[in-house]
């Protein structure tokens, strides 16, 4: 079983930064991607940032110049540094990971159970 737990998010105030974790564990043979959603209120899910191994980079275009993604794939563990923060970031963001779990399996999606990021003076 693989399970993703992110951590970090928060409440900060505008201009501010947060740094988000997600940690991949269980049974993992190789991961091929790993990033982040969110999903504002009656919004539908967004794309964030992905990460693919030996890829590269993918950001939304409204967090482009503000996000870096990055990878410490020796621990499977992606991180979001989230800088000059706007209320419309204010969401729940998730980790996604597109790994198998066996040599010569398909690639499965899994998701953390998301975090609550909240930018507000």
């Known amino acids: 079983q693989v399970q993703l737990v992110e951590s970090g998010g928060g409440s900060v105030q505008p201009g501010g930064s947060l740094r988000l974790s997600c940690a991949a564990s269980?049974?993992?043979?190789?991961?091929?991607?790993m990033g982040w959603y969110r999903q504002a209120p009656g919004k539908q899910r967004e794309l964030v940032a992905i990460m693919p191994t030996g890829g590269s980079t993918n950001y939304g275009d409204s967090v482009k110049g503000r996000f870096t993604i990055s990878r410490d794939n020796a621990k499977n563990t992606a991180y979001l540094q989230m800088n000059s923060l706007k209320p419309e970031d204010t969401a729940v963001y998730y980790c996604?990971?597109?790994?198998?779990?066996?040599?010569?399996?398909?690639?499965?999606?899994?998701w953390g159970q998301g975090t609550q990021v909240t930018v507000s003076s």
């Open positions: 996604y990971a597109d790994l198998t779990i066996n040599r010569g399996t398909i690639p499965y999606d899994y």
């Open positions: 269980g049974s993992i043979f190789s991961i091929w991607s």
